[in-house]
């Protein structure tokens, strides 16, 4: 059973996750990528990447959940970046 703040966690990793989902999708439809900043794209890769190992070592699920998520969203931008960029 969850915890009450697991579930604040997880309604968290939720909506965090979620708000990366329609630039990705914009990206890789337009695959226009002029108006993003390469260096920011990169950093917030390189964060969102270093709170999964962290939460990876901590064994926090929702932790896990939001970055694992949210990095193959960020990356999947990045990629798109640097291809078309």
Known sequence: MLQSLEIIGFIAAVLTTLCWLPQ????LRTKDTKSLSLITQ????????????????????????????????VVA????KLRYG
Do not use: E, H
């Open 24 to 27: 990705a999708l914009k990206t």
């Open 77 to 80: 931008i990045l990629a798109m």
């Open 42 to 73: 990169s950093l917030l890769a390189l964060g969102i990447g270093l709170w999964l190992v962290y939460g990876i070592m901590l064994g926090d699920r929702p932790i896990i959940l939001a970055n694992g998520c949210t990095f193959v969203l």
